[in-house]
């Protein structure tokens, strides 16, 4: 049979686990493979494309299951190929196509700007892998961001990616590599192009993203994304206590387009268990620090992430976590069961007992939705501004987010999508608010 060039596209699957930083490397993968357009059904697709995370045992188990699940599809479409993406990628490589050999191709975080020829090679029968860690800047080199399709109005944009911190118990250092900054100019472009395809919030993503050095600080580029018409809020996520630096603050208190939201991940409050987690910072430290930034804008909405049961945890430093976010009071916060992950310093050590581990982790997240409720209720009566991003469920509702991130269900709204409209708060949910047009 003759090659026919036909017109339809072929369709892509891609399902995102982990970080926000896999959800905007999943569009970027999306927009670069040509001739392909997304499905939200895997039965449909001819290339799927797990984008999977590492972070903790349970994250990387899913993956497997996943593909087990996937590997039948094959069967009945013999075209169909299947690739594994991500940080589960860079951490197991070929061993991937080894446990399940229906994998055709395996691809690092560092490489995706390879994925265009990695798809072609597999399409002629072969398998690809790549897991380099190449000296390239893989955003400039991937295509596809030519696209003027609309965007939804809230847009991630990475500019800061890997880690050289090196907590005991983390898999990113291995995974994303040594921190590397995208150069501000580039940054800036990107901004304004989502703008133009409808972008009305952008948040600045990185593993550090406070730690950025692109040809600016952080606190620089915000300012002059602040700058750019029509981009009317602008957000950043994660940082690191220990690089947040006072023009950062400082841009907190001057910047009026920075929403008062940071997420500032502390792990735990005891100070032993903190060196012995290579964090680098104290309780008391980050305390201080949350005070400053409190200084600087007192309405900001602190989140945090923790880890319980870390490798030798007492009950007195759980103890001691449970006082810091008594005293920090948290809009938000994250909390995860120590994971052992291969590899890392932590892994080797004496091991909490997991019965253990689990009624704290209990006790700790029944404190921090004491205080993620006792907050959304006292929005009730309070006037914010909310960014629509869809249509509600019922009739005339709209739903969007506050400037602290609350999802917002507004009633009988009077806004299109990507206008950030003030409301009066009127019912505090467990999960959202309730707002009237004002
Ligand atoms: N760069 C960010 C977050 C990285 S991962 C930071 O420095 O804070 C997101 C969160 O996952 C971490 O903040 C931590 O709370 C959690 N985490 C990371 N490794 C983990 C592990 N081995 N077990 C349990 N939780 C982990
Ligand atoms: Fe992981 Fe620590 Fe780096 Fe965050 S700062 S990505 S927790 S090593
Ligand atoms: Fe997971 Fe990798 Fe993000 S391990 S949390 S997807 S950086």
């Given at each position: 049979m003759s090659e026919t060039k036909t017109d339809?596209?072929?369709?892509?699957?891609?399902?995102?686990?982990?970080?926000?930083?896999?959800?905007?490397?999943?569009?970027?993968?999306?927009?670069s493979l040509e001739g392909y357009e997304q499905t939200d059904n895997a039965e449909d697709?001819?290339?799927?494309?797990?984008?999977t995370c590492h972070i903790r045992e349970k994250a990387a188990e899913k993956v497997y299951s996943e593909l087990g699940r996937m590997k039948p599809l094959k069967d009945l479409k013999p075209d169909l190929k299947i690739g594994v993406a991500g940080c589960v990628a860079q951490a197991e490589g070929?061993?991937?196509?080894?446990?399940?050999?229906?994998?055709?191709?395996?691809?690092?975080?560092?490489?995706?700007?390879?994925?265009?020829?990695?798809?072609?090679?597999?399409?002629?029968?072969?398998?690809?892998?790549?897991?380099?860690?190449?000296?390239?800047?893989?955003?400039a080199h991937l295509k596809g961001r030519g696209t003027k399709a609309r965007r939804a109005p809230a847009a991630f944009l990475t500019v800061q990616?890997?880690?050289?911190?090196?907590?005991?118990?983390?898999?990113?250092?291995?995974?994303?590599?040594?921190e590397v900054s995208r150069p501000a100019d580039r940054v800036i472009r990107e901004a304004q192009e989502l703008v133009e395809r409808g972008v009305r919030e952008v948040?600045?993503?990185g593993q550090n993203v406070n730690a950025y050095h692109g040809g600016m600080t952080l606190a620089q580029l915000v300012r002059a994304l602040a700058k750019v018409d029509g981009l009317e809020r602008i957000r950043y996520t994660t940082s690191h206590p220990n690089d947040m630096d006072d023009d950062l603050i400082a841009a907190h208190a001057d910047?009026?387009?920075?929403?008062?939201?940071?997420?500032?991940?502390?792990?735990?409050?005891?100070?032993?268990?903190?060196?012995?987690?290579?964090?680098?910072?104290?309780?008391?430290?980050?305390?201080?620090?949350?005070?400053?930034?409190?200084?600087?804008?007192?309405?900001?909405?602190?989140?945090?992430?923790?880890?319980?049961?870390?490798?030798?945890?007492?009950?007195?430093?759980?103890?001691?976590?449970?006082?810091?976010?008594?005293?920090?009071?948290?809009?938000?916060?994250?909390?995860?069961?120590?994971?052992?992950?291969?590899?890392?310093?932590?892994?080797?050590?004496?091991?909490v007992d997991p019965a253990e581990a689990d009624e704290r982790l209990q006790r700790l997240q029944t404190l921090i939705t004491r205080q993620q409720r006792a907050i959304q209720e006292s929005m009730v009566g309070r006037d914010l501004s909310v960014l629509v991003?869809?249509?509600?469920?019922?009739?005339?509702?709209?739903?969007?987010?506050?400037?602290?991130?609350?999802?917002?269900?507004?009633?009988a709204a009077n806004a299109q999508i990507g206008d950030v409209v003030p409301v009066r708060i009127t019912r505090a949910m467990t999960n959202s608010l309730t707002a009237e047009q004002i």
């Open positions: 339809t596209p072929k369709k892509l699957f891609i399902k995102t686990y982990g970080c926000q930083m896999n959800v905007y490397d999943s569009e970027r993968m999306a927009e697709a001819d290339m799927i494309l797990l984008n070929e061993e991937i196509m080894r446990r399940q050999p229906a994998v055709d191709l395996v691809v690092g975080p560092q490489s995706y700007h390879r994925l265009p020829e990695m798809e072609e090679r597999v399409r002629s029968g072969k398998t690809a892998l790549d897991t380099d860690f190449p000296e390239e800047d893989k955003f990616e890997g880690c050289d911190k090196f907590c005991a118990f983390c898999v990113v250092p291995y995974t994303r590599g040594a948040t600045l993503l910047t009026d387009k920075l929403m008062p939201y940071l997420h500032l991940p502390v792990q735990s409050g005891s100070d032993r268990i903190l060196k012995r987690m290579n964090r680098s910072h104290t309780a008391e430290s980050y305390l201080r620090l949350i005070e400053r930034i409190r200084e600087a804008r007192p309405d900001i909405m602190m989140s945090g992430d923790f880890i319980v049961g870390f490798p030798e945890e007492t009950e007195a430093d759980f103890q001691a976590t449970m006082d810091l976010v008594e005293e920090v009071n948290y809009g938000y916060a994250y909390s995860f069961k120590y994971s052992t992950r291969p590899g890392t310093p932590a892994a080797s050590r004496a091991q991003e869809k249509a509600g469920r019922k009739e005339g509702q709209m739903l969007g987010k506050s400037e602290y991130l609350h999802a917002v269900h507004i009633d």
